[in-house]
Protein backbone atom coordinates (compact mmCIF):
# COMPACT_ATOMS: atom_id res chain seq x y z
CA UNK A 1 0.00 0.00 0.00
CA UNK A 2 2.30 2.88 -1.46
CA UNK A 3 -0.39 5.71 -1.34
CA UNK A 4 -1.97 5.56 2.58
CA UNK A 5 -4.83 8.06 2.49
CA UNK A 6 -3.48 9.23 6.27
CA UNK A 7 0.17 9.59 5.59
CA UNK A 8 -0.37 11.65 2.26
CA UNK A 9 -2.97 14.01 4.52
CA UNK A 10 0.05 14.34 7.03
CA UNK A 11 2.40 15.08 4.72
CA UNK A 12 0.02 17.56 3.05
CA UNK A 13 -0.64 18.99 6.59
CA UNK A 14 2.93 19.36 7.49
CA UNK A 15 3.24 21.40 4.35
CA UNK A 16 0.41 23.35 4.60
CA UNK A 17 1.93 24.26 7.76
CA UNK A 18 5.69 25.17 6.92
CA UNK A 19 4.24 27.32 4.12
CA UNK A 20 2.07 28.99 6.88
CA UNK A 21 4.91 29.58 9.05
CA UNK A 22 6.91 30.89 6.24
CA UNK A 23 3.68 33.60 5.04
CA UNK A 24 3.28 34.55 8.59
CA UNK A 25 7.17 35.64 8.90
CA UNK A 26 6.94 37.56 5.75
CA UNK A 27 3.90 39.25 7.05
CA UNK A 28 5.26 40.22 10.15
CA UNK A 29 7.99 41.53 8.66
CA UNK A 30 5.94 43.92 6.42
CA UNK A 31 4.18 44.83 9.09
CA UNK A 32 7.05 46.23 11.35
CA UNK A 33 8.76 48.10 7.93
CA UNK A 34 5.20 49.97 7.80
CA UNK A 35 4.99 50.50 11.23
CA UNK A 36 8.68 51.95 11.34
CA UNK A 37 7.36 53.63 8.82
CA UNK A 38 4.17 55.50 10.25
CA UNK A 39 6.10 56.36 13.22
CA UNK A 40 8.82 58.03 11.76
CA UNK A 41 6.07 60.37 9.65
CA UNK A 42 3.91 60.81 12.62
CA UNK A 43 6.95 62.05 14.29
CA UNK A 44 7.97 64.08 11.80
CA UNK A 45 4.13 66.02 11.23
CA UNK A 46 3.91 66.29 14.81
CA UNK A 47 6.62 68.34 16.27
CA UNK A 48 7.22 72.10 16.84
CA UNK A 49 9.22 73.17 14.05
CA UNK A 50 10.54 76.60 15.18
CA UNK A 51 12.18 79.48 12.94
CA UNK A 52 12.22 83.40 12.64
CA UNK A 53 9.49 84.92 11.07
CA UNK A 54 10.96 88.56 10.78
CA UNK A 55 13.94 90.25 11.89
CA UNK A 56 13.93 93.86 12.10
CA UNK A 57 16.55 96.37 12.90
CA UNK A 58 16.97 99.46 15.35
CA UNK A 59 20.04 101.90 14.93
CA UNK A 60 21.54 104.16 17.54
CA UNK A 61 24.79 105.89 16.60
CA UNK A 62 25.01 107.94 19.08
CA UNK A 63 24.87 105.39 22.33
CA UNK A 64 26.77 102.95 19.68
CA UNK A 65 24.27 100.37 20.02
CA UNK A 66 22.92 97.91 17.10
CA UNK A 67 19.44 96.38 18.17
CA UNK A 68 18.18 93.38 16.26
CA UNK A 69 14.71 91.74 16.85
CA UNK A 70 13.82 88.61 15.77
CA UNK A 71 9.93 87.15 15.93
CA UNK A 72 10.39 83.41 16.19
CA UNK A 73 7.53 81.34 15.41
CA UNK A 74 6.21 77.80 15.61
CA UNK A 75 5.64 76.60 12.56
CA UNK A 76 4.57 72.97 13.34
CA UNK A 77 1.83 71.45 14.96
CA UNK A 78 3.29 70.67 18.42
CA UNK A 79 3.97 73.09 20.77
CA UNK A 80 7.62 73.51 21.82
CA UNK A 81 8.91 73.57 25.50
CA UNK A 82 12.27 74.61 25.00
CA UNK A 83 13.81 77.26 22.64
CA UNK A 84 18.00 77.77 22.36
CA UNK A 85 18.95 80.34 20.49
CA UNK A 86 22.67 81.39 19.98
CA UNK A 87 24.12 84.22 17.66
CA UNK A 88 27.69 84.88 16.96
CA UNK A 89 28.09 89.06 16.33
CA UNK A 90 30.45 89.86 12.97
CA UNK A 91 31.29 93.19 11.83
CA UNK A 92 32.79 93.90 8.15
CA UNK A 93 33.11 89.71 8.03
CA UNK A 94 35.35 89.26 11.01
CA UNK A 95 34.10 88.29 14.57
CA UNK A 96 33.21 90.48 16.77
CA UNK A 97 34.34 90.42 20.79
CA UNK A 98 30.86 91.85 21.40
CA UNK A 99 29.03 90.18 23.55
CA UNK A 100 25.40 89.80 22.36
CA UNK A 101 22.67 90.28 25.21
CA UNK A 102 19.02 88.56 24.85
CA UNK A 103 16.08 90.02 25.76
CA UNK A 104 12.64 88.01 25.35
CA UNK A 105 9.66 90.10 24.99
CA UNK A 106 7.41 87.45 23.69
CA UNK A 107 4.66 85.59 25.01
CA UNK A 108 4.02 82.19 25.69
CA UNK A 109 1.68 80.62 23.08
CA UNK A 110 -0.06 77.47 23.83
Known sequence: MPYDPITISTIFIAVATGVNVLATLLLWTATKSSVDIARRVFEAANRPYVGIE???THKYPS???LEIDCALKNFGTAPAEEEDSEMTPYLNGVR???????????????
Do not use: C, M, Q
Not at 96 to 110: I, K, M, N
Open 54 to 56: GIA
Open 63 to 65: ARK
Open 96 to 110: SLATPRFYFRGTDAH
